[in-house]
């Protein structure tokens, strides 16, 4: 991730300051719009009562506008808006909410009048110069046209209850559906990374576009029992089978077209989820290993280490280092000897580590979940896989190499009717899009999941739909 360094504090109201001042001695012209830089605020007439809505528009020296809404009521901050201007005419797209805004100037320049529209909904509204600053949450969002629904629902056969969120798309249905698997550790629903929703903003992306989607705590997380440190990939298996049997439950579903899609070691949990009884329809698997644990994390030091400019000799030195560490972890009988000779092996690596942070490390990679992964085996189920599967690497993942890995598990998926393995060019592991394609918001770079493989997932879903109803 890319770390942007901010303007202090007092140049910042600098810039506001000339800003104001700017737009309080600006003059509208006889023959042509008044420019657009400030705020502009109006009512958004909603069922039961109405929203204010605030867009800020800056003009840029190449003549576009730099520009962000914020609904307050919603708690949404800084969404980013494409605008666009002909004339007296504006265009404001907020891509993230599916709304857009098209309106015309007034001849004083103080109004824009015009519609608001998104999927289903569109109502006039008229927008109004406000130069007053807005203070609202940055980590809200405006409601989406879709519904929402918190669920709970049990893994029967070790009694375990998971907490999640369904979503489902404006309309009748039923609906395709999908259930979201997250990579390796404890994660919520969302699979949140700092500002960065990895889970949640794909489920986002699919629900509006009439695709239903489950997602749900780990183990241990949010509402949901059990603990996820002590969880193996079949453990992971049997909550995603607990999350299929709930959507057969529920009647917006159509119960022919099922997926699961898993990120990194979700991916894993994927496959072998069609390789058992009552499998999915379909499998979409991002970023999954097909190479063995041990292999696969000396070939992620490796590609790290590359990365960052260290001989070879000096990489080979290193990887000697890991499998010593890792032979430790799965040879030895006593954990807590254990946990303390991978603590020293880590300080000699890493002088920089302290005791602290080195015994934490030690805990988790002496774990059981930790020496399940060293010694799993990706493809030993995949000959049972019976669906159809699209495998998504990106270029740019340093944590699962695209080249070895779609080749691995396309090859072992020999039964599947359908592989489909595709690399995105400029994805990583996140599946971030490339850092020179993200978002400015409020003159900052905001990461969003690769709109290509958004797109890819949802255009090979429609297809599993359309050869089922063509073989009928």
Same mark, same amino acid.
């Given at each position: 991730?890319?770390?942007?360094?901010?303007?202090?504090?007092?140049?910042?109201?600098?810039?506001?300051?000339?800003?104001?001042?700017?737009?309080?001695?600006?003059?509208?012209?006889?023959?042509?719009?008044?420019?657009? $830089? &400030?705020? %502009?605020?109006? =009512?958004?007439?909603?069922?039961?009562?109405? #929203? /204010?809505?605030?867009?800020?528009? @800056?003009?840029?020296?190449?003549?576009?506008?730099?520009?962000?809404?914020?609904?307050?009521?919603?708690?949404?901050?800084?969404?980013?808006?494409?605008?666009?201007?002909?004339?007296?005419?504006?265009?404001?797209?907020?891509?993230?909410?599916?709304?857009?805004?098209?309106?015309?100037?007034?001849?004083?320049?103080?109004?824009? $009048? &015009?519609? %608001?529209?998104? =999927?289903?909904?569109?109502?006039?509204?008229? #927008? /109004?110069?406000?130069?007053?600053? @807005?203070?609202?949450?940055?980590?809200?969002?405006?409601?989406?046209?879709?519904?929402?629904?918190?669920?709970?629902?049990?893994?029967?056969?070790?009694?375990?209850?998971?907490?999640?969120?369904?979503?489902?798309?404006?309309?009748?249905?039923?609906?395709?559906?999908?259930?979201?698997?997250?990579?390796?550790?404890?994660?919520?629903?969302?699979?949140?990374?700092?500002?960065?929703?990895?889970?949640?903003?794909?489920?986002?992306?699919?629900?509006?576009?009439?695709?239903?989607?489950?997602?749900?705590?780990?183990?241990?997380?949010?509402?949901?029992?059990?603990?996820?440190?002590?969880?193996?990939?079949?453990?992971?298996?049997?909550?995603?089978?607990?999350?299929?049997?709930?959507?057969?439950?529920?009647?917006?579903?159509?119960?022919?077209?099922?997926?699961?899609?898993?990120?990194?070691?979700?991916?894993?949990?994927?496959?072998?989820?069609?390789?058992?009884?009552?499998?999915?329809?379909?499998?979409?698997?991002?970023?999954?290993?097909?190479?063995?644990?041990?292999?696969?994390?000396?070939?992620?030091?490796?590609?790290?280490?590359?990365?960052?400019?260290?001989?070879?000799?000096?990489?080979?030195?290193?990887?000697?280092?890991?499998?010593?560490?890792?032979?430790?972890?799965?040879?030895?009988?006593?954990?807590?000897?254990?946990?303390?000779?991978?603590?020293?092996?880590?300080?000699?690596?890493?002088?920089?580590?302290?005791?602290?942070?080195?015994?934490?490390?030690?805990?988790?990679?002496?774990?059981?979940?930790?020496?399940?992964?060293?010694?799993?085996?990706?493809?030993?189920?995949?000959?049972?896989?019976?669906?159809?599967?699209?495998?998504?690497?990106?270029?740019?993942?340093?944590?699962?190499?695209?080249?070895?890995?779609?080749?691995?598990?396309?090859?072992?998926?020999?039964?599947?009717?359908?592989?489909?393995?595709?690399?995105?060019?400029?994805?990583?592991?996140?599946?971030?899009?490339?850092?020179?394609?993200?978002?400015?918001?409020?003159?900052?770079?905001?990461?969003?999941?690769?709109?290509?493989?958004?797109?890819?997932?949802?255009?090979?879903?429609?297809?599993?739909?359309?050869?089922?109803?063509?073989?009928?």
């Amino acid at each position: 991730m890319n770390t942007l360094v901010r303007l202090p504090w007092w140049r910042q109201g600098l810039v506001w300051l000339v800003l104001l001042l700017t737009m309080a001695t600006r003059t509208l012209a006889d023959d042509a719009p008044a420019p657009l $830089d &400030g705020y %502009w605020k109006g =009512p958004l007439k909603v069922p039961g009562g109405q #929203l /204010e809505v605030i867009f800020r528009l @800056i003009k840029l020296t190449d003549g576009t506008y730099f520009a962000a809404m914020d609904v307050p009521l919603q708690k949404v901050s800084r969404m980013p808006v494409a605008v666009s201007v002909r004339g007296d005419t504006v265009s404001m797209l907020a891509e993230e909410a599916g709304s857009r805004f098209l309106g015309r100037i007034t001849s004083d320049g103080k109004k824009i $009048d &015009g519609t %608001w529209s998104q =999927p289903g909904f569109a109502v006039p509204m008229t #927008l /109004e110069f406000a130069p007053a600053t @807005i203070n609202t949450n940055p980590k809200a969002r405006l409601t989406p046209p879709y519904r929402e629904e918190e669920v709970l629902f049990t893994n029967i056969p070790v009694d375990l209850r998971l907490a999640g969120m369904l979503t489902i798309p404006a309309g009748q249905g039923p609906f395709p559906a999908v259930v979201l698997v997250s990579d390796a550790g404890a994660q919520d629903r969302d699979e949140t990374i700092g500002d960065y929703r990895v889970l949640g903003s794909l489920g986002d992306y699919l629900t509006r576009r009439g695709i239903a989607v489950l997602r749900f705590d780990d183990r241990g997380v949010g509402q949901s029992g059990g603990t996820m440190g002590k969880a193996t990939a079949p453990d992971v298996v049997s909550d995603v089978q607990a999350a299929l049997n709930y959507l057969r439950t529920r009647p917006e579903i159509d119960l022919e077209h099922m997926g699961v899609i898993g990120h990194g070691e979700g991916g894993n949990v994927a496959l072998l989820a069609a390789s058992q009884p009552l499998p999915p329809s379909f499998v979409v698997t991002l970023a999954a290993p097909g190479l063995p644990g041990k292999v696969l994390l000396a070939q992620r030091q490796a590609n790290t280490l590359k990365a960052a400019g260290t001989a070879p000799a000096q990489i080979d030195e290193a990887l000697k280092k890991q499998m010593a560490m890792f032979d430790v972890i799965l040879q030895s009988t006593d954990a807590a000897q254990a946990q303390t000779m991978v603590a020293n092996m880590l300080r000699q690596s890493n002088a920089l580590l302290d005791a602290a942070g080195a015994q934490e490390s030690a805990l988790d990679m002496t774990s059981p979940h930790y020496k399940a992964f060293l010694t799993f085996d990706p493809t030993a189920k995949l000959g049972d896989v019976k669906c159809p599967v699209l495998l998504l690497n990106g270029t740019a993942d340093l944590n699962v190499g695209a080249d070895a890995n779609l080749a691995i598990l396309t090859k072992n998926l020999k039964n599947s009717p359908s592989v489909t393995p595709r690399k995105l060019p400029g994805v990583n592991h996140l599946f971030q899009a490339d850092p020179s394609e993200w978002p400015l918001v409020n003159g900052q770079q905001k990461e969003v999941f690769s709109p290509a493989a958004q797109e890819a997932i949802r255009e090979w879903i429609v297809l599993q739909t359309k050869a089922v109803k063509v073989k009928k």
